[in-house]
């Protein structure tokens, strides 16, 4: 029987997780990130239906610049097609199932290393080494999936059968709309790889939440974004939510290196607070005066794997300021600063899941969105 056979995949006290008030809810239970059958279910029930982040779109700007990621125990490869339009297919060579590529560069045909069968950057099988009949028959192409962007981070989703970005966050897309406006001038600054061995809900849930900045990150920004003031305005949570840092008196995250260009019609909290807004499942974007951080785990192979991914972006003009680097070092610095201090708490919760004395304890009123992502989660998992 396949998982989607089954009702749900929750056992009866997990699913009596679902709509408990905050007050009184608590966090996951261990099962749920531990158990490699609830982890295959995440992948039908969430990886494959809902979109899912992999890069920037200016990280393959050229003609034949492809790039591959690997999620969940698959692998994908991204090309820019000869259109011009990024497009991902699933990296299975449709001879006998090798990967057509473990890399990055950028080609004219994909070129299967096994026996050197050939894709154009459409998919279409062009060469076969001889079996030309097949390349004269037009039906072999490689397995498309589904891109989609929102501010020019690229997404997928493999199913087909999500509705559009736009649509998912049309709400969001409001909030972020300074930002959104110039989707097409932003350019990456940096993509930073944090990979961990635990699971991929550990680091989100981490992510989600301001009130951890009381400990793991008291020193490196506790001055300028105090944990204990960490609030949301947001209770409707269908498909994305979000959490404000205020500043403390006098503090702000405007650059000062001279190295990038603020945005146009900034909204007023930009000066008085750092906003983290979340879109299900797995993306979290920092918002910025010159920039968007996304910030999101690729979940691995298995349940115990993980890659932490920092992407920040920046309108493309700033590339011409002479203090670029700068402001790229220093992006990179705060980066390279603040997600290591993450991974002690993942790590050590990882570890003590499997304890029989742990119990998941209630949530802060700093970590409602984790709640708000936990009981999403639930729903998705069938409850
Ligand atoms: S597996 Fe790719 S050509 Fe044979
Ligand atoms: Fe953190």
Redesign the pocket.
Known sequence: MSITDVESVLLPEERALLGKEFSVATGLPPRLYLDPDVYEAEKERIFRRQWMPVFHQTSLPDVGDYRVVDMWGESFIFVRAEDGNLRAFHNI??????K?AVDSGNCKRLR?P????TYDLQGHLTG?PAMAHLVRDGQTTLREVTVGTFLGFVFINDDGNAPPLSEKWAGLAEVLAPWVAVSDQLSQTYELHFPGQWNWKLSYENGIEGYHVLGSHLESAGDLIPGHLVYTDITEFEEWTGYYHPFSEGRNIRDTTGGSIDLENLPDWIDNQYRFYQGWPVTIFAVQPEAVLMAFPIPGATPGEVDFVWSSVALKASKDLPNWEAYKAEQMAFANTIQPEDSFPCETMWANLRSPAFKTGPYAKQETCVYQFDQWYLAQMGA
Do not use: I, K
């Open positions: 060579c449709r001879h006998r199932g090798a057509l299967c096994y026996h050197a069968w076969a």
